[in-house]
């Protein structure tokens, strides 16, 4: 027997199955997780924007119109609960965040390839950390996920237009900061 689709599973939770709920949690979990983590950026704060996420799934379940998939909606809550965590920290670590610039350690002199890829990645992740949260999420979106504009314009019901701006800012903010840096 064929696994279930995304829609027979809600129905089934609307008939009273919390199964059908449980199964959607198993399947896409590992997915909420990753976005959640590049946006949010640490391991904990990514767990708890997952146990938001899915509390506000199961809320909202019973009325979802099915719109768009299943799963861009689950993706667009995701996105919006990782922002709202990512400002909340923000707000918390202010001073933190704001004054304290983190430097590669520079004694990678004979380093082989994987040593400097790690070290550029570690260096992009810094980036990314620093960016605004709209175009966080736009450039993780596109640069990560491979969305096209139009998706993400569902997802955050914002013009393809502004998305492209916000995507544009974001990587010259990027560049900028890689290449201060890389040096």
């Given amino acids: 027997m064929p696994p279930k689709k995304d829609l027979e599973l809600i129905e089934d939770f609307r008939q009273g199955d919390n199964a ?12 909420v997780y990753w976005i959640a983590r590049r946006v949010v950026g640490s391991h904990e704060d990514a767990d708890d924007v997952v146990q938001d996420v899915f509390i506000k799934v199961y809320e909202a379940l019973k009325e979802f119109r099915a719109a768009s998939g299943f ?9 919006n609960a990782s922002l709202n965590a ?9 001073v933190r965040y704001e004054d304290v ?13 994987d040593v400097l890829s790690k070290e550029y990645e570690s260096i992009l992740e810094k980036a990314i950390e620093r960016l605004p949260p709209r175009q966080k999420a736009v450039f993780i979106m596109r640069y990560y996920d491979e969305m096209s504009y139009e998706e993400m314009a569902q997802i955050l019901d914002r013009s393809v237009g502004g998305l492209k701006a916000n995507y544009f800012h974001a990587l010259k903010k990027i560049q900028v900061y890689v290449r201060k840096e890389s040096k």
């Fill in 101 to 113: 610039e983190e430097t590669l350690n520079s004694d990678a002199g004979g380093a082989d390839a």
């Fill in 20 to 31: 059908g709920f449980n199964e959607l949690v198993r399947r896409y979990q590992e997915k």
């Fill in 71 to 79: 799963y861009t909606w689950l993706y667009r809550i995701t996105v």
């Fill in 86 to 94: 990512l400002r909340k920290r923000r707000i918390k670590d202010f």
